[in-house]
């Protein structure tokens, strides 16, 4: 799997949007990004994910550039409880199964 | 639906001691996976199981073992519990799909004294 690189940690005002920064200069045609969130002492939360295009879901949106080499999270009104630990991952899957490997992620802490 | 379920959410041992973590998921995936997270870090994948009646190893397989009881059933054994193993421990499930996410339990926190 691709390696990722991610900031350490991040400050965003309430309400405003937040922007998590991941670089995959190494990802293959075949490996999708991933985020997933973990707040602290829970289970990581999967939040979206994308091959080429950008997508949107009802927590965020995946900016993915064309060359595939960086991709951006979006939280477009962070809250409170968006404050966590943000995982950017690539992968591809083997056989049906997923194996993702975890780095230390992006520590996002939502002010008020 | 209660996606994936791990008990017990708590476990102290001490050294030497044996340890089933059990994990359910209810979502009819068919792959599942054992995780651990040591303090500050990462999770790091110690087994999974591709479809029911395979298992194979990931990154830190060593004093663990595991088995797919069924479909929804994905265990994990400590046979000898070692200070090392003081972790938490997450289990997850994921569809059918290539692309099919992860699904995660809310974890078993294990101290070995």
């Known amino acids: 799997d691709a390696k990722t690189t991610q900031p350490t940690s991040m400050d965003c005002a309430e309400g405003r949007a937040a922007n998590l920064p991941c670089n995959h200069s190494?990802?293959?045609?075949?490996?999708?990004v991933y985020w997933y969130r973990q707040i602290h002492s829970q289970g990581p939360q999967y939040i979206i994910h994308?091959?080429?295009n950008n997508e949107t879901n009802e927590m965020a949106s995946l900016i993915i550039t064309e060359d595939r080499k960086s991709s951006t999270l979006i939280l477009p009104h962070a809250t409170l409880r968006d404050t966590a630990v943000y995982y950017c991952?690539?992968?591809?899957?083997?056989?049906?199964?997923?194996?993702?490997?975890f780095g230390s992620g992006t520590q996002l802490t939502v002010l008020p | 639906n209660a996606g994936v379920t791990q008990t017990p959410k708590f476990q102290v041992l001490k050294t030497g001691q044996s340890m089933t973590l059990q994990c359910a998921q209810d979502?009819?995936?068919?792959?599942m996976y054992w995780y651990r997270q040591d303090p500050g870090m990462g999770l790091r994948l110690i087994y999974y199981?591709?479809?029911?009646?395979?298992?194979d190893k990931g990154e830190v397989p060593n004093g663990y073992n595991v088995s797919r009881l069924n479909k929804r059933e994905f265990s994990l054994r400590l046979e000898s519990a070692a200070p090392s193993q003081t972790s938490v421990y997450f289990c997850?499930?994921?569809?059918?799909?290539?692309?099919?996410?992860?699904?995660f339990g809310n974890g078993t926190r294990l101290t070995v004294t």
């Open positions: 199981s591709a479809s029911e009646g395979t298992t």
């Open positions: 994308g091959l080429k």
């Open positions: 190494t990802i293959s045609g075949n490996e999708y």
């Open positions: 991952i690539v992968s591809v899957s083997s056989g049906s199964a997923r194996q993702l490997t």
């Open positions: 979502m009819n995936h068919n792959s």
């Open positions: 997850a499930s994921s569809g059918g799909r290539k692309d099919s996410p992860l699904h």
